[in-house]
């Protein structure tokens, strides 16, 4: 069990927090919150205490004899600051102590995640650019906010993301515990995610169990980690879309591919962590195919596009820079030829592409899972085994070594 500390801020996404909350509680931490005075404007300290099943002080004062104004922050595992205000994050940077929040953080030597809310033309002053960047600096993770609708009729920058993404964000720096590196910045980064879906008729078609989720996971990572990130998703199970990027529905490899190819024209790193479906079937039946007495017709096939293999030739042939850092995926299993390293090995040979990531899969492994484990290949012949965790925790693995090898100006 962890100690998470969570300070709320008095803007009205503070509203979110209770979700954020139940997070980390359903997950099994124990969970203390301290809002500022002006938090409580907009929800009750009633609340956080029921939410959290600790008692909620705002004040240094509160609570002497427990020194809580110094314990509270050292005992912490994870500090979240949600909504982080442009004032809260301004004091922060000051220094300032003149309530527990701000004292507490003071004390904390764990992770402190910062998750900005605020009006667009504040989360773009100067002023406040200049505080994020300073508690970067200072070794904090500051999310980058969505955009959409704000208080009232306004919409842009500036809007807290989803709960379910502070928590996915505040599980990986329980999991590091490091901050979360702002070492992408500049980058364009393209990302494939999910499966692929091949009609048959309008009603039925040829798929895959993949989730998305990892593709989604890598974008989020990605964008967080300073970069622009488009994310081209199939099919998946509806993992939530990440703050900060940019998003192209696709069915098809055929849709898929022709989006790559166009997009990747203008990316430094491109991740293919889609399940590209590898037949799709000849014909393709104007309405619903009927059952017959003769039974089912068959269905004949044809081979899809390798669009991993296509981004590499292009990139030989100088439509893509050549100097786009290529990522492919593997999903694998042993067989009467090899295992599942061996087949790896074998297809980053075939393929060409700078990291290989080789997942196992089957009996209820990688497909729909939250957590996942590998290894990263490269095509110098480095190995990586990247252990059991979460999907989150290995995209944050695999952008540690996309980092390392993208060219930087």
């Known amino acids: ?3 998470v500390l969570i300070g709320v801020g008095g803007g009205i996404a503070a509203y979110k927090v209770c979700s954020v909350i139940r997070h980390f509680t359903e997950a099994g931490h124990d969970v203390r919150v301290v809002p500022t005075r002006s938090a409580l404007n907009f929800v009750g300290a009633a609340t956080f205490e029921a939410l959290s099943g600790n008692p909620v002080s705002t004040e240094v004062f509160d609570d002497v004899d427990e020194v809580a104004h110094v314990a509270l922050g050292r005992r912490a595992d994870l500090v979240v600051i949600a909504p982080a205000t442009a004032d809260l994050m301004a004091r922060a940077v000051a220094g300032r102590a003149d309530d527990l929040l701000t004292a507490s953080l003071l004390t904390a030597t764990c992770p402190v995640l910062f998750v900005p809310a605020m009006h667009t033309e504040m989360w773009q002053h100067p002023a406040t650019a ?3 960047a300073t508690l970067r600096d200072r070794g904090n993770t500051v999310m980058t906010p ?5 208080t009232g009729t306004d919409t842009g920058a500036g809007r807290m993301p989803e709960p379910s993404e502070i928590g996915l964000l505040g599980e990986l720096l329980l999991d590091r515990p490091e901050a ?8 364009r980064i393209l990302v494939s995610a999910g499966g692929t879906r091949e009609p048959l008729d309008p009603v039925r078609y040829l798929g895959n169990h993949s989730s998305g989720k990892q593709g989604y996971a890598l974008a989020r990572a990605a964008a967080q980690r300073g970069a622009q990130v488009t994310l081209v998703a199939g099919a998946t199970s509806d993992p939530g879309e990440p703050a900060a990027v940019d998003i192209v529905h696709i069915e098809s490899a055929r849709e898929l591919e022709h989006e790559m190819s166009r997009r990747a024209r203008e990316a430094d790193v491109v991740i293919m962590a889609a399940a590209v479906a590898d037949f799709r079937p000849v014909d393709v039946a104007g309405s619903k195919i009927k059952k017959g007495d003769d039974g089912p017709a068959p269905i004949r096939l044809d081979t899809n596009p390798d669009i991993l293999a296509g981004l590499v030739r292009a990139r030989g042939a100088g439509d893509i820079a050549r100097d786009t850092v290529i990522v492919g995926f593997a999903a694998e299993t042993g067989d009467a030829d090899g295992g599942v390293l061996d087949h790896g090995r074998a297809k980053l040979r075939r393929k060409g592409c700078d990291l290989l990531v080789v997942n196992a899969v089957g009996d209820g492994k990688a497909f729909g899972t939250e ?3 590998g290894w990263i290949l490269t ?3 480095n190995e990586t ?3 059991f965790g979460s999907k989150t925790l290995m995209a944050s693995r ?4 996309v980092a390392v090898i993208v060219p930087h100006s």
């Open 379 to 381: 095509v110098d012949g």
């Open 371 to 373: 957590d996942n484990a």
């Open 385 to 387: 085994a990247l252990p």
């Open 130 to 132: 200049a505080n994020v």
């Open 146 to 150: 969505a955009s959409g609708r704000l």
């Open 180 to 187: 979360l590196p702002y070492d992408l910045a500049g980058q």
């Open 398 to 401: 695999i952008l540690d070594e």
């Open 1 to 3: 069990m962890s100690h």
